[in-house]
């Protein structure tokens, strides 16, 4: 089983960027597909981006797409999620997870079997 953890979250401005990084431990990663989510304050925990075990297919939320990059380094059991332009409304705790590789596009908290910490990011003026 996958032990993860997130760290690179902290403060912005709106407009700024930030990088997220997810460690992986205890199993060879290139066998499971990775997702990130986030949950707001008051929010239910939403899908933001995956990718595929190769690192071959990513996917996007409406909301995040065109301003964030998801990445896998199956070498150095790393995942990462690049964020730019942000905006307030981006502000959330940020969730790395992981399931068993398969066809499907899941984009459901349910989905994903192994979960890091979540790491603050907040975006303020």
């Known amino acids: 089983q996958p032990q993860l953890v997130e760290s690179g979250g902290g403060s912005v401005q709106p407009g700024g960027s930030l990088r997220l990084s997810c460690v992986a431990s205890?199993?060879?990663?290139?066998?499971?597909?990775i997702g990130w989510f986030r949950q707001a304050p008051g929010k239910g925990r939403d899908w933001v981006a995956c990718?595929?075990?190769?690192?071959?297919?990513?996917e996007y939320s409406d909301s995040v797409k065109g301003r964030f990059t998801i990445s896998r380094d199956n070498a150095k059991f790393m995942m990462y999620l690049q964020m730019n332009n942000l905006t307030p409304e981006d502000t959330a705790i940020y969730y790395c997870?992981?399931?068993?590789?398969?066809?499907?596009?899941?984009?459901?908290?349910?989905?994903?079997?192994?979960w890091g910490q979540g790491i603050q990011v907040t975006v303020s003026s």
């Open positions: 997870a992981a399931r068993p590789s398969s066809s499907v596009v899941e984009v459901t908290t349910a989905a994903y079997n192994y």
């Open positions: 990718i595929g075990s190769s690192g071959r297919v990513d």
């Open positions: 205890g199993e060879t990663l290139d066998i499971y597909a």
